[in-house]
Protein backbone atom coordinates (compact mmCIF):
# COMPACT_ATOMS: atom_id res chain seq x y z
CA UNK A 1 0.00 0.00 0.00
CA UNK A 2 2.59 2.49 0.52
CA UNK A 3 4.94 1.20 -2.58
CA UNK A 4 1.16 2.13 -4.35
CA UNK A 5 1.03 5.84 -2.49
CA UNK A 6 4.25 6.84 -4.02
CA UNK A 7 3.35 6.35 -6.97
CA UNK A 8 1.76 9.27 -9.88
CA UNK A 9 -1.75 9.53 -10.15
CA UNK A 10 -2.48 6.88 -13.57
CA UNK A 11 -2.80 3.45 -14.84
CA UNK A 12 0.16 1.55 -13.09
CA UNK A 13 -1.16 3.52 -10.13
CA UNK A 14 -4.26 1.72 -10.24
CA UNK A 15 -2.74 -1.38 -12.20
CA UNK A 16 -0.79 -1.94 -8.20
CA UNK A 17 -4.12 -0.88 -6.11
CA UNK A 18 -5.83 -3.94 -8.06
CA UNK A 19 -3.29 -6.25 -7.69
CA UNK A 20 -2.94 -5.12 -3.80
CA UNK A 21 -6.75 -5.93 -3.56
CA UNK A 22 -6.10 -9.54 -5.17
CA UNK A 23 -3.69 -10.51 -2.96
CA UNK A 24 -5.83 -9.52 0.42
CA UNK A 25 -8.81 -11.78 -1.38
CA UNK A 26 -6.84 -14.31 -1.88
CA UNK A 27 -5.44 -13.86 1.92
CA UNK A 28 -8.40 -13.89 3.42
CA UNK A 29 -10.04 -16.38 0.92
CA UNK A 30 -7.53 -19.17 1.32
CA UNK A 31 -7.46 -18.62 5.57
CA UNK A 32 -11.56 -18.95 5.96
CA UNK A 33 -11.24 -21.98 3.14
CA UNK A 34 -8.46 -23.75 5.61
CA UNK A 35 -10.31 -22.39 8.62
CA UNK A 36 -13.63 -24.33 7.38
CA UNK A 37 -11.96 -27.46 6.35
CA UNK A 38 -10.26 -27.67 9.84
CA UNK A 39 -13.29 -27.03 11.58
CA UNK A 40 -15.46 -29.84 9.62
CA UNK A 41 -13.69 -32.21 10.91
CA UNK A 42 -11.28 -33.32 7.14
CA UNK A 43 -7.68 -34.85 7.69
CA UNK A 44 -4.50 -32.34 7.57
CA UNK A 45 -4.20 -33.73 4.55
CA UNK A 46 -6.87 -32.09 2.88
CA UNK A 47 -5.40 -28.74 4.31
CA UNK A 48 -2.28 -28.74 2.34
CA UNK A 49 -3.90 -27.66 -1.13
CA UNK A 50 -5.13 -24.41 0.96
CA UNK A 51 -1.72 -24.08 2.69
CA UNK A 52 0.14 -24.28 -0.73
CA UNK A 53 -2.39 -21.25 -2.07
CA UNK A 54 -1.75 -19.63 1.11
CA UNK A 55 2.08 -19.57 1.06
CA UNK A 56 1.82 -18.34 -2.26
CA UNK A 57 0.13 -15.20 -1.01
CA UNK A 58 2.08 -14.44 1.40
CA UNK A 59 5.05 -15.04 -1.29
CA UNK A 60 3.43 -12.50 -3.64
CA UNK A 61 2.81 -9.60 -0.55
CA UNK A 62 6.17 -10.41 0.83
CA UNK A 63 7.85 -9.73 -2.77
CA UNK A 64 5.90 -6.77 -2.98
CA UNK A 65 7.28 -5.92 0.34
CA UNK A 66 11.11 -6.57 -0.73
CA UNK A 67 10.49 -4.06 -3.86
CA UNK A 68 8.68 -0.95 -1.59
CA UNK A 69 11.86 -1.21 0.63
CA UNK A 70 14.29 -1.84 -2.37
CA UNK A 71 12.73 1.20 -4.41
CA UNK A 72 12.95 3.40 -0.99
CA UNK A 73 16.56 2.34 -1.22
CA UNK A 74 16.84 3.90 -4.49
CA UNK A 75 15.01 6.97 -4.04
CA UNK A 76 16.68 7.56 -0.99
CA UNK A 77 20.25 7.32 -2.93
CA UNK A 78 19.62 9.08 -5.83
CA UNK A 79 18.52 11.99 -3.45
CA UNK A 80 21.74 11.89 -1.96
CA UNK A 81 23.63 11.53 -5.42
CA UNK A 82 21.88 14.54 -6.27
CA UNK A 83 22.93 16.54 -3.20
CA UNK A 84 26.64 16.00 -4.23
CA UNK A 85 26.05 16.48 -8.06
CA UNK A 86 23.58 19.65 -8.14
CA UNK A 87 24.66 23.39 -7.00
CA UNK A 88 21.58 24.00 -4.52
CA UNK A 89 20.69 27.51 -5.37
CA UNK A 90 20.60 27.60 -9.26
CA UNK A 91 19.91 24.18 -9.66
CA UNK A 92 22.57 22.96 -12.16
CA UNK A 93 25.43 20.65 -11.97
CA UNK A 94 28.36 21.59 -9.49
CA UNK A 95 32.28 22.00 -10.23
CA UNK A 96 32.65 18.81 -8.78
CA UNK A 97 30.64 16.70 -10.92
CA UNK A 98 31.70 19.33 -14.32
CA UNK A 99 35.26 18.39 -13.56
CA UNK A 100 34.47 14.44 -13.90
CA UNK A 101 31.94 15.02 -16.79
CA UNK A 102 34.35 17.32 -18.75
CA UNK A 103 37.20 14.71 -18.57
CA UNK A 104 34.78 11.74 -19.60
CA UNK A 105 33.85 14.14 -22.62
CA UNK A 106 37.09 15.30 -23.17
CA UNK A 107 38.25 11.35 -23.48
CA UNK A 108 35.32 10.55 -25.82
CA UNK A 109 36.20 13.57 -28.26
CA UNK A 110 39.81 12.16 -28.67
CA UNK A 111 38.69 8.37 -28.60
CA UNK A 112 36.44 9.30 -31.23
CA UNK A 113 37.82 12.24 -32.97
CA UNK A 114 35.22 14.56 -32.00
CA UNK A 115 34.92 18.53 -31.71
CA UNK A 116 33.95 19.49 -28.33
CA UNK A 117 33.64 22.98 -27.46
CA UNK A 118 33.16 24.73 -24.23
CA UNK A 119 31.40 28.20 -22.91
CA UNK A 120 32.53 29.79 -19.83
CA UNK A 121 29.95 33.07 -19.04
CA UNK A 122 29.33 35.03 -16.01
CA UNK A 123 26.93 38.24 -15.47
CA UNK A 124 28.76 41.69 -16.27
CA UNK A 125 28.54 43.74 -13.06
CA UNK A 126 27.00 41.27 -11.19
CA UNK A 127 27.96 42.62 -7.82
CA UNK A 128 26.06 46.18 -8.59
CA UNK A 129 23.27 43.53 -9.10
CA UNK A 130 23.06 42.77 -5.50
CA UNK A 131 24.38 46.30 -4.05
CA UNK A 132 21.19 48.32 -5.99
CA UNK A 133 18.34 45.20 -6.26
CA UNK A 134 19.86 43.30 -2.73
CA UNK A 135 21.14 39.79 -2.34
CA UNK A 136 17.73 37.72 -2.43
CA UNK A 137 17.04 39.73 -6.11
CA UNK A 138 20.56 38.60 -7.12
CA UNK A 139 20.09 34.74 -6.25
CA UNK A 140 16.89 34.88 -8.15
CA UNK A 141 18.98 36.51 -11.30
CA UNK A 142 20.49 33.23 -10.65
CA UNK A 143 18.39 31.04 -10.47
CA UNK A 144 16.61 32.39 -13.69
CA UNK A 145 19.60 32.72 -15.49
CA UNK A 146 20.23 28.77 -15.19
CA UNK A 147 16.92 28.06 -16.25
CA UNK A 148 17.46 30.49 -18.98
CA UNK A 149 20.60 28.48 -20.23
CA UNK A 150 19.28 25.25 -19.44
CA UNK A 151 16.28 25.86 -22.43
CA UNK A 152 18.17 27.06 -24.90
CA UNK A 153 20.49 23.97 -24.90
CA UNK A 154 19.95 20.59 -26.63
CA UNK A 155 19.87 17.26 -24.42
CA UNK A 156 23.29 16.33 -24.96
CA UNK A 157 24.87 19.80 -23.76
CA UNK A 158 25.84 20.15 -20.03
CA UNK A 159 25.71 22.94 -18.06
CA UNK A 160 27.29 23.43 -14.50
CA UNK A 161 27.93 26.15 -12.10
CA UNK A 162 31.71 27.25 -12.17
CA UNK A 163 31.73 29.47 -8.98
CA UNK A 164 30.01 32.57 -8.23
CA UNK A 165 28.12 33.79 -11.33
CA UNK A 166 30.08 32.11 -13.33
CA UNK A 167 28.78 29.16 -15.69
CA UNK A 168 30.40 26.44 -17.74
CA UNK A 169 28.61 24.85 -20.99
CA UNK A 170 29.92 21.37 -22.39
CA UNK A 171 28.81 21.37 -26.15
CA UNK A 172 29.43 17.89 -27.22
CA UNK A 173 30.69 16.93 -30.66
CA UNK A 174 30.38 20.99 -32.01
CA UNK A 175 32.10 23.02 -33.48
CA UNK A 176 34.10 26.38 -32.70
CA UNK A 177 31.40 28.10 -35.28
CA UNK A 178 28.20 26.29 -34.04
CA UNK A 179 29.41 26.65 -30.67
CA UNK A 180 29.85 30.69 -31.22
CA UNK A 181 26.29 30.67 -32.59
CA UNK A 182 24.98 29.06 -29.68
CA UNK A 183 27.14 31.44 -27.21
CA UNK A 184 25.34 34.44 -28.87
CA UNK A 185 22.17 32.83 -29.04
CA UNK A 186 22.72 32.75 -24.91
CA UNK A 187 23.77 35.99 -24.63
CA UNK A 188 21.19 37.70 -26.85
CA UNK A 189 18.37 35.63 -24.70
CA UNK A 190 19.94 36.74 -21.08
CA UNK A 191 19.83 40.21 -22.36
CA UNK A 192 16.26 40.65 -23.75
CA UNK A 193 14.62 38.08 -21.56
CA UNK A 194 16.33 38.03 -18.05
CA UNK A 195 14.03 39.09 -15.09
CA UNK A 196 13.70 39.18 -11.11
CA UNK A 197 10.64 36.45 -9.82
CA UNK A 198 8.29 34.36 -12.42
CA UNK A 199 8.14 36.81 -15.30
CA UNK A 200 4.41 37.28 -14.42
CA UNK A 201 2.78 39.34 -11.78
CA UNK A 202 5.64 39.39 -9.52
CA UNK A 203 8.32 39.72 -12.44
CA UNK A 204 10.14 42.69 -13.71
CA UNK A 205 13.20 42.97 -16.07
CA UNK A 206 16.55 44.25 -14.35
CA UNK A 207 17.49 46.85 -16.97
CA UNK A 208 20.99 46.28 -17.90
CA UNK A 209 21.85 42.61 -16.78
CA UNK A 210 24.38 41.25 -19.88
CA UNK A 211 26.46 38.22 -20.00
CA UNK A 212 30.25 38.29 -21.39
CA UNK A 213 30.86 34.43 -22.65
CA UNK A 214 34.45 32.77 -23.61
CA UNK A 215 34.50 29.66 -26.61
CA UNK A 216 37.25 27.59 -27.01
CA UNK A 217 37.06 24.16 -28.57
CA UNK A 218 39.20 21.10 -28.78
CA UNK A 219 39.68 19.41 -32.16
CA UNK A 220 43.00 17.34 -32.09
CA UNK A 221 45.12 15.62 -29.47
CA UNK A 222 47.42 18.76 -28.68
CA UNK A 223 44.75 19.80 -25.66
CA UNK A 224 44.36 18.69 -22.35
CA UNK A 225 41.41 19.52 -20.03
CA UNK A 226 43.10 21.78 -18.46
CA UNK A 227 44.12 23.50 -21.32
CA UNK A 228 40.80 23.66 -22.33
CA UNK A 229 39.38 25.17 -19.37
CA UNK A 230 42.25 27.53 -19.34
CA UNK A 231 41.07 28.71 -23.29
CA UNK A 232 37.41 29.25 -22.27
CA UNK A 233 38.64 31.61 -19.52
CA UNK A 234 41.03 33.92 -21.21
CA UNK A 235 38.44 34.14 -24.21
CA UNK A 236 36.25 35.04 -21.25
CA UNK A 237 38.69 37.80 -19.96
CA UNK A 238 38.72 39.04 -23.37
CA UNK A 239 35.46 39.33 -23.96
CA UNK A 240 35.43 41.64 -20.44
CA UNK A 241 38.71 43.72 -21.79
CA UNK A 242 36.71 44.11 -25.36
CA UNK A 243 33.63 46.21 -23.18
CA UNK A 244 31.81 42.74 -21.95
CA UNK A 245 28.13 42.20 -23.32
CA UNK A 246 30.12 39.93 -25.53
CA UNK A 247 31.57 36.64 -27.19
CA UNK A 248 35.17 36.05 -27.85
CA UNK A 249 36.48 33.04 -29.08
CA UNK A 250 39.80 31.83 -28.11
CA UNK A 251 42.69 32.32 -30.50
CA UNK A 252 45.99 30.34 -30.14
CA UNK A 253 47.84 32.91 -31.93
CA UNK A 254 46.78 35.71 -29.67
CA UNK A 255 47.93 33.86 -27.08
Known amino acids: VRLVRKLPDGTLKNLWEYLVYFILLFIAGYVIYGVTIWNSGYLFVHLVVSGIFLCGAIFVYIVCLLTLNTISDIQRISVLEQETIIDPLMGIFNRRYLERRLDEEFSRSQRYHLSLSLLMLDIDHFKNVNDVYG ?12 RLIVKLLRETDFVARYGGDEVVVILPN ?8 IAERIRMQIFEHLTIG ?10 GITVSIGVS ?31 AVYDSQEN
Open 135 to 146: HQAGDIVLKNLA
Open 174 to 181: TTISDATV
Open 198 to 207: DGKAAGRTIT
Open 217 to 247: CVSDKNYNVHELTLAADKALYQAKEKGRNRI
